[in-house]
């Protein structure tokens, strides 16, 4: 009860498992908490920077993805080859439980529970408070405590002034056995579903984990249906006899926060924060970086005392990936308005400018410095497809 931590995580997905793992490592005294059971619902696909930064072991790679394939409302198709790269895909279950062990060989505390509260004792260090899976409470002060708790993170929420007012997206998916007799399946290519029918404002997918698939959607309209939406995707994909294993749903933030910390001795990560992209829902990698720049932040606080220093992993992300989110933002806005522009979208897809802009992209995780004639190709191409001069 009195034993005094230098950083407690709350949550143990990617952001607050890497976090735990790299202060940890700096011989830092670590808590991580963790609830048992909880699995986000997640497409699984990791870009190859994550894969080489991160260290992540082969075996934890179930699919290895050369291509995407587009499905537009009408059931237009555009295919998206990942020349010269790929797509690494993974399954939460496996992958969030290996960073969790990792950072318990670095040396963190790790504890199954879940976060109920927080209080200051005397002496004004803030101590966080929590329930074990027996139902036990215990509690344990610390210098600094993360959220990484996911979306609308209770640790933010009682801690952080608008922490609850972000963007969601409520995603819903269901891990299936592998579709071997499926025609419209197959094994190294993600599909993409842009069409009203399974979401109004987002998209749908099937991704490949080898022995399984994920099928899923996801949309901020509270009143969709999500779960019948799968099920319409399933039999219009011919996966509707593939059997269930399991099934996940969680709110998901599109939008980073104005604010990632208190101004004193919390700090928030991943999903807390709000670092998931917009337009693709992708969060894994923003977590793990989120994690390592939330690491590097309470290194810093710790050592100087400053609480201004907590600043630093919200300002270092916005620098580096802030102009990606807000343009992400805008072709989400704009291009999933409606059947129609998603059509047009799905047109833009195969234009192979756009392939090879979007794959550097996005394997790498930076705008890429193409030659000028690309990008006004692209640029004159887009206007053409929002004026409606050419056809879908």
């Known amino acids: 009860m009195n034993e005094t931590f230098d950083i407690i995580i709350v949550g143990g997905g990617p952001a607050g498992a890497t976090t735990a793992q790299l202060t940890a490592k700096a011989g830092r005294h670590v808590l991580l908490l963790d609830r048992a059971g909880r699995i986000k619902p997640c497409g699984g696909a990791v870009p190859p920077r994550l894969i080489r930064d991160y260290e992540i072991p082969s075996h934890l790679i179930v699919a290895r993805i050369d291509a995407a394939r587009i499905v537009s409302p009408s059931g237009r198709l555009a295919h998206m080859p990942v020349d010269g790269s790929y797509v690494g895909m993974v399954d939460r279950q496996d992958f969030d439980e290996f960073l969790r062990c990792r950072a318990a060989e670095a040396g963190a505390t790790r504890v199954t529970g879940t976060y109920t509260n927080s209080t200051r004792d005397d002496d004004g260090v803030l101590r966080i408070h929590y329930e074990l899976k027996d139902g036990t409470k215990d509690s344990a002060r610390t210098k600094l405590a993360i959220g990484a708790d996911g979306a609308l993170s209770k640790l933010g929420r009682d801690h952080i002034a608008d922490a609850h007012k972000t963007k969601l997206v409520f995603a819903y998916h269901e891990i299936v056995e592998r579709p071997d007799a499926a025609e419209t399946y197959a094994e190294d290519r993600c599909d993409v579903y842009y069409n009203a029918r399974y979401s109004p404002d987002f998209y749908a997918w099937v991704f490949p984990h080898g022995k399984t698939a994920s099928i899923g959607t996801g949309s901020a ?5 999500l779960r019948e939406a799968v099920a319409k995707l399933r039999l219009d994909a011919g996966l509707a006899d593939s ?4 099934k996940e749903g969680a709110p998901i933030p599109l939008k980073p926060l104005k604010r990632w910390d208190n101004g004193k001795d919390v700090l928030l990560a991943g999903d807390a924060a709000g670092v998931v992209a917009p337009a693709s829902g992708e969060g894994i990698y923003y977590a793990m970086l989120g994690g390592e720049l939330a690491a590097d932040t309470a ?3 710790l050592k100087t ?11 270092r992300f916005m620098r580096a990936h802030g102009m990606i989110f807000r343009v992400l933002g805008v072709m989400q806005h704009f291009w999933y308005g409606s059947d129609a522009r998603r059509e047009r979208f799905v047109s833009m897809c195969r234009d192979k400018d756009v392939q090879r802009l979007t794959w550097a992209a996005y394997t790498e995780k930076k705008l890429q410095k193409a030659g000028a004639m690309a990008h006004a190709r ?3 191409k887009d206007m053409a497809h929002l004026l409606g001069i050419v056809a879908p």
């Open 221 to 225: 309209h509270k009143g969709f249906a």
């Open 378 to 380: 692209i640029f004159f």
């Open 305 to 315: 005392g400053n609480a201004k220093d907590l600043l630093l992993a919200r300002k």
């Open 243 to 246: 059997k269930t294993l399991r």
């Open 299 to 301: 290194l810093t606080f």
